[in-house]
């Protein structure tokens, strides 16, 4: 497959996919393109995704009830290992293929299952003890659907998820869809 | 606020703030900065955040039911007032503020209530005919969380939100953060 044929899929410039690629090593034969299932495989192996990593989510309520049996995160080799709560109600109940444990087991599980991926599907108000929690236990990524920020230390990766900011952008189409010039 | 401070708070630089704000008009004043309520109120009206929002979720599943009861759409102005299922067992049954419908009224609903947002949160199979009956029913913008491309007519805005995706996103970090140099 040739650049132009990468950029066609992807919306991009040839020039800027072969820059881009180029950064991670020299993957095509110049006028013969990309070998499509090498090019596969090295992605897999940038992304991380040639392995499993193993995930535990903080909050059983419906987002995190949602997230657990999310098909594709399992698909993409994140593999849910534990459900945790705060509310001694949520406890105990099955989620997906695990039950809901007390939040005071949180460290000892995740360092006991060897788990490296935390997923806080808490209120704001819980997010900050969560990610102390997660740290503790030797997480080293954290996907944070909280609305609040999360101060980690260096070696910890954060993302955050808010689903408002996907309606805003929308909002933002929407609205300007309807204005005529520069702004459409 | 001057261009330096929201610089800080945002992570740019000042003149790249300034640039992206003049696309939008003059609202700030040489050496005295912006006014923060004049621009936060111009910032809500250029994302659309200035009106009410009415939403249509399709699909009443977990990830269905989270969406619904996610607090933070109602604070920016999304309001969820009808949910649709094609499964019978999930009909009539109350979720947030609303109950869900059979997917056979959606169209009907959505133009007599003038909702302008549908949320398709159903497995990929369904993903099409729902933003099909979206559309029909006169819906200008689509948050699709199911993992399919859509095809919809000018005018009808599509955003795709893929939750594993934020998983790469932070499985590429932790990858990463274990390599020396360039890439790390």
Redesign the interface.
Known sequence: MSSDDLAELGGLTSAQVRKDLS??GNFGVRGRGYNVDDLHGVLRK????DQT?L?VVVGA???G???T??P??A????HIVGVFDSDPKQCGRQLGATIVRPIGELEEFARKESA??GIIATPASAARESADRLIRGGI????NFA?TSLDVPE?V?V?H????I??????????T?DLPG??A
Request: proline share 2%; hydrophobic share 50%.
């Open positions: 950064v991670f940038i992304l991380g995704l990593w995930c309520g419906r987002l009830s949602a997230l049996s999310y594709e995160f698909s993409q080799g994140f490296s991926v080293r990524g954290i996907l609305p070696g990766s993302r998820v808010n689903l408002a996907e309606l805003e952008g929308l909002s933002f189409a929407i609205t869809a520069e702004l």
